[in-house]
């Protein structure tokens, strides 16, 4: 595996469902984000995690619950969401460095609808 | 705070034609900026970036973007479109505490 990879690709979840989005990088990298993309609306940062402790919450509702267990993996946790959470939901890391520039590199994302 | 205004949420070019899409920034300090290039059912790719030096970048497939300062802008053009093009394109610039703020994208159709 290369780059950033996230399981499942595809997920339709009831809305009294628990369920979890993995994210694994094979970059080496140090940073990892959460980002939610809806339709018509701009990219949303919702978390980010820099050497597995989370340094950015952008006031994201508490039924998502993002985890970090080492600077490779990032899981995102779902539990008892709203159709208007529906999205595609994209992993990205970076190397938190100026030389690196920060740029970010993305996974191809869940695809995640709440019925 | 640093942010990025795309104009046009669609642009549409004939096969051949130059490409041109718009980014304007906003910025405090001397901004890093990228453009990323999204195919449906897919996450973001970098197509390329400015960080400081050469304000004329060139990026994958044939793209290019301009830093100009005095006009605050970071145009993304090619060209000659082609086919394969077709995609939305997203401008970013990176704020304190390598937060990545995106523009709300231009998707680029390209007609035969």
């Known amino acids: 595996e290369t780059g950033v990879t996230q399981t499942p690709r595809h997920l339709v979840m009831g809305m009294t469902n628990k369920k979890s989005l993995k994210c694994e990088q094979h970059?080496?990298?140090?940073?990892m984000y959460w980002y939610k993309q809806s339709a018509k609306k701009p990219l949303e940062l919702m978390f980010v995690?820099?050497?597995?402790?989370?340094?950015e919450n952008n006031s994201v509702p508490s039924r998502f619950s993002p985890e970090c267990p080492n600077s490779s993996h990032l899981f995102l946790h779902l539990h008892t969401l709203q159709p208007e959470d529906s999205a595609l939901y994209l992993c990205a890391s970076s190397q938190d460095r100026a030389e690196s520039s920060y740029e970010q590199y993305f996974g191809p994302g869940t695809r995640l609808t709440v019925t | 705070a640093q942010s990025v205004t795309q104009l046009g949420s669609h642009v549409s070019v004939s096969e051949g034609a130059l490409v041109l899409l718009r980014c304007n920034y906003s910025?405090?300090?001397?901004?890093?900026l990228f453009w990323y290039v999204q195919y449906p059912n897919q996450g973001l790719q970098l197509l390329l970036k400015?960080?400081?030096?050469?304000?004329l970048v060139k990026g994958i497939n044939g793209f290019e973007a301009e830093f100009k300062k005095s006009e605050t802008s970071f145009h993304l053009t090619k060209p000659s479109a082609h086919m394969s093009d077709a995609a939305e394109y997203f401008c970013a610039v990176i704020t304190g505490f390598q937060k990545l703020v995106f523009g709300t994208g231009t998707r680029l159709l390209v007609s035969p």
């Open positions: 400015y960080t400081t030096g050469a304000t």
């Open positions: 910025s405090s300090v001397p901004p890093y």
């Open positions: 970059l080496g990298h140090n940073a």
């Open positions: 995690y820099n050497f597995k402790e989370q340094t």
